[in-house]
């Protein structure tokens, strides 16, 4: 993480961490941590393709599926994620 860069905003009901990387880092981050304290963390996803994937997957297919029923998942396509949507192509 780039510590100047990074910035907390808070008011009455809500709280927002921006975060930057260090020049240095490169690729996606997948998910984060959070809670009170370090033995305490919940992990939460972000959106990309990868975890839209694997989460409807998983609901689709909660068990170990057989391979006619891994054929027949739909293919999933993020398009957009904005601040007040999300937009997702489903074939």
């Given at each position: ?29 997948d998910s ?11 992990e939460r ?47």
């Amino acid at each position: 993480l780039l510590s100047p860069e990074s910035s907390v905003s808070i008011s009455a009901h809500n709280a927002v961490v921006g975060l930057a990387k260090a020049p240095g880092s490169t690729g996606l981050w997948d998910s984060f941590s959070f809670g009170p304290e370090p033995s305490a963390l919940q992990e939460r996803l972000f959106v990309s393709e990868e975890n839209v994937d694997g989460f409807l997957g998983a609901a689709l297919c909660p068990s170990p599926c057989s391979q006619s029923a891994l054929e027949r998942q739909p293919l999933i396509e993020v398009l957009d994620v904005t601040e007040d949507r999300i937009q997702i192509r489903v074939e």
